[in-house]
């Protein structure tokens, strides 16, 4: 797990962000690497939370796990990119650990999902060591609450800690923390929690394949998604247009 990352080859820049377009050199090694995701939705609240946006251009590793992104890479650029969704870089990343009898924590959800988790992870990853802790659920955290999630994961030292507590939430609070944390990759994946723990289905991999991923969640729920789907999607249509004809956002 010695391997550095290589920050230079494979990126697309894309609105002023360094996008990854592979997870081949994601490696772990003793350099602290963040890791986060970027999509159209993301994108459009990143024009206006200043922190949010800081946080997603200090990534090591910011990943196109969006449709959208992969269009914009082709229309602005003419680089083809594939989608590489959150649940693709834990896979990744369990996999290595798995390899060299790594550790993880799990940090984020209720503490029935991460029990499931555990269970889960025993059978598909019997190397490696995992660790969890549940935050409380409040829409900010207070100092008290951050020193003690960092103090849960120091604890344990974990090659890779996995935070999962929704964006921008979470990619914030990893920005705003991550010089405490002693984990050498620090990766925000959100869902990936409830998609493998099983609370939540992903949908068939022929959606996946089409670029259609998000029609089967914005069916099954449709208030939630709303924004993301119905607002911000538009947004970003006109964003790409905007950097097409004038060069510059129109967000």
């Given at each position: 797990?010695?391997?550095?990352?290589?920050?230079?080859?494979?990126?697309?820049?894309?609105?002023g962000?360094?996008?990854?377009?592979?997870?081949?050199?994601?490696?772990?090694?003793?350099?602290?690497?963040?890791?986060n995701?970027?999509?159209?939705?993301?994108?459009?609240?990143?024009?206006?939370?200043?922190?949010?946006?800081?946080?997603?251009h200090?990534?090591?590793?910011?990943?196109?796990?969006g449709?959208?992104?992969?269009?914009?890479?082709?229309f602005?650029?003419?680089?083809?990119?594939?989608?590489?969704?959150?649940?693709?870089?834990?896979?990744?990343?369990?996999?290595?650990?798995?390899?060299?009898?790594?550790?993880?924590?799990?940090?984020?959800?209720?503490?029935?999902?991460?029990?499931?988790?555990?269970?889960?992870?025993?059978?598909e990853?019997?190397?490696?060591?995992?660790?969890?802790?549940?935050?409380?659920?409040?829409?900010?955290?207070?100092?008290?609450?951050?020193?003690?999630?960092?103090?849960?994961?120091?604890?344990?030292?974990?090659?890779?800690?996995?935070?999962?507590?929704?964006?921008?939430?979470?990619?914030?609070?990893?920005?705003?923390?991550?010089?405490?944390?002693?984990?050498?990759?620090?990766?925000?994946?959100?869902?990936?929690?409830?998609?493998?723990?099983?609370?939540?289905?992903?949908?068939?991999?022929?959606?996946?394949?089409?670029?259609?991923?998000?029609?089967?969640?914005f069916?099954?729920?449709?208030?939630?998604?709303?924004?993301?789907?119905?607002?911000?999607?538009?947004?970003?249509?006109?964003?790409?247009?905007?950097?097409?004809?004038?060069n510059?956002s129109?967000?």
């Open positions: 797990m010695d391997k550095a990352i290589d920050k230079g080859k494979h990126q697309v820049e894309i609105f962000f360094n996008v990854n377009a592979t997870i081949e050199n994601l490696s772990i090694n003793d350099q602290k690497q963040i890791v995701t970027i999509n159209p939705h993301s994108y459009c609240i990143s024009r206006k939370d200043e922190l949010f946006n800081e946080a997603l200090h990534s090591d590793y910011l990943l196109p796990d449709v959208g992104i992969v269009l914009a890479s082709k602005l650029k003419g680089k083809s990119i594939k989608k590489i969704a959150g649940y693709d870089v834990f896979l990744h990343l369990m996999q290595i650990l798995n390899e060299n009898n790594g550790s993880c924590f799990f940090l984020g959800a209720s503490e029935k999902t991460l029990e499931m988790i555990k269970a889960k992870a025993s059978k990853y019997p190397n490696i060591t995992l660790n969890t802790y549940s935050p409380p659920y409040k829409p900010s955290f207070t100092q008290e609450d951050s020193a003690k999630m960092c103090a849960m994961v120091n604890q344990h030292k974990p090659d890779v800690l996995f935070v999962g507590m929704t964006a921008p939430k979470q990619e914030k609070w990893v920005y705003s923390f991550k010089q405490n944390l002693d984990a050498k990759v620090i990766c925000s994946i959100g869902a990936v929690f409830d998609f493998y723990a099983g609370n939540v289905k992903r949908p068939n991999k022929i959606w996946i394949k089409m670029g259609l991923e998000w029609l089967p969640r069916l099954k729920e449709p208030r939630r998604l709303a924004e993301r789907n119905l607002v911000s999607t538009p947004k970003f249509i006109f964003e790409m247009l905007s950097y097409k004809l004038f510059k129109c967000l």
